[in-house]
């Protein structure tokens, strides 16, 4: 029912900042959760940040806390992830994920039925 692209990635210096943007279709986007996942090679996706239905309610993983900022907007059915300070450490592919019961937040990758196809997030130190 969601299709979900990200974009925003690209190749940035370590301190810089960067903004990725999710957009979504359907029209139900109103009523999801969203989350934001990383993964770098070698290993296994994790958790960054998530947002529930109206934006009211966000959380972030310890690693990201105060440098990223989770945002929605949703009349244009579109996520942010504000991203500043970024760090060597931050170089993964970037996930947006759909939650169709929007009232909860979960961090768990397997609370989430819409995922999209990813944005590659490089720092060079």
């Known amino acids: 029912q969601v299709q979900l692209v990200e974009s925003g990635g690209g190749l940035v210096q370590a301190g810089d900042s960067l903004r990725l943007s999710c957009a979504a279709s359907g029209r139900s986007f109103s009523s999801n959760a969203m989350g934001w996942f990383r993964q770098a090679p070698g290993k296994e996706r994790e958790f960054v940040a998530a947002i529930n239905f109206s934006g009211a309610s966000t959380t972030y993983a310890d690693s990201i806390k105060g440098r990223f900022t989770i945002s929605r907007d949703n009349a244009k059915n579109t996520v942010y992830l504000q991203m500043n300070s970024l760090k060597p450490e931050d170089t993964a592919v970037y996930y947006c994920?759909?939650?169709?019961?929007?009232?909860?937040?979960?961090?768990?990758?397997?609370?989430?039925?819409?995922w999209g196809q990813g944005t590659q997030v490089t720092v060079s130190s």
């Open positions: 994920a759909a939650r169709r019961l929007g009232g909860l937040i979960v961090t768990s990758q397997s609370g989430y039925t819409y």
